[in-house]
């Protein structure tokens, strides 16, 4: 892992990093924290939400939302560090979570409680708009993961872990999503967290392959950053979005918790094109 600076270590699983207003953001779903963290690696709990998976995105207006997963809702953190309910969401499974330029997010569910042990199903994503109407906006998909939306509002890309795939929609006016395709067929690799550069590529995360790949739409591999232990998701931040940063931990599936206690780090490597986009 020379390329990468380690900027927190002795975490559990860490997902969702988020870059917003000069510092990363990410949660810890071992410990249910979601954290900030600045260039020097200072960190601090900014909300605490028993639940596993535990993402969150930023709303155009700074606040932010968190998937309360094991409740089934959608939380809005207000200035004054309260959380409130932004939307119910219900059934279990709740994912990651992306918010478009526009304030839409959108949240995705895996179908089925894997931590309870239930079957594989198949996946969806909703659309939860400003005034906390939730409406299903994608069906049939394979492990929906990390989300991303292009910076002209015009494509959400998930990304499909038992698919192995990076799937694209049109994004309507409405919200909706249409126009269905593979934007990037990855053979072995099962993508967890993503994120868009400024020359639509996607960069994605996995933990299996214990690395980070840029891919181009089409499926061309551009770029591989090799990681230590799992890569569980990534964003594109810093003053000028040329740094990448990633959440890794070993990943042990025989261990309740998934992943050793300490062993999450979030990490930060320069690249040369730029973040575009949400997150």
């Known amino acids: ?11 559990g699983l860490v997902e969702a990093p988020r870059w ?3 510092l990363l953001y990410f949660s810890d779903w071992t410990a249910g924290e979601v954290l900030a963290v600045d260039a020097a690696g200072h960190t601090e709990v900014v909300a605490r939400v028993r639940s596993f998976p535990l993402c969150s ?3 155009p207006d700074g606040r932010l939302l968190i998937v309360a997963s094991a409740d089934g809702r959608l939380l809005r953190r207000e200035p004054d560090g309260s959380l409130v309910l932004h939307a119910e969401l219900g059934g279990p499974g709740w994912n990651d ?3 478009d330029g526009r304030g839409n ?3 995705n569910s895996v179908g089925f409680d894997m931590m309870a042990g239930e079957p594989a199903a198949p996946g969806h994503v909703v659309l939860a708009t400003a005034d906390g109407t939730v409406r299903r906006v994608a069906e049939d998909l394979a492990f929906p993961n990390g989300m991303a939306v292009t910076p002209d509002n015009a494509t ?3 990304a499909e872990s038992y698919g192995r795939r990076l799937t694209a929609f049109d994004l309507g006016g409405d919200g909706g999503l249409t126009g269905r395709r593979v934007f990037a067929d990855l053979g072995e690799d099962a993508p967890d967290g993503i994120c868009v550069d400024a020359e639509g590529a996607v960069w994605y995360a996995t933990v299996p392959g214990r690395r980070c790949v840029r891919v181009a739409d089409g499926g061309q591999v551009l770029q591989t950053i090799r990681l230590d232990r799992g890569g569980f998701a990534c964003a594109l931040g810093g003053p000028d979005r040329r740094t990448l940063f990633v959440t ?4 042990r599936p025989d261990l309740p918790e998934l992943v050793p206690s ?3 780090q979030v990490c930060a490597a320069p690249v040369a094109v730029p973040g575009a986009g949400w997150p």
């Open 1 to 11: 892992m020379e390329e990468f600076r380690v900027l927190v270590t002795g975490r």
């Open 20 to 22: 917003h207003d000069g």
């Open 57 to 59: 995105a930023w709303l």
């Open 97 to 99: 979570i992306v918010v």
């Open 105 to 107: 997010a959108y949240v």
């Open 156 to 158: 959400l890309i998930v």
């Open 248 to 251: 890794a931990a070993e990943w």
């Open 262 to 264: 300490g062993s999450g």
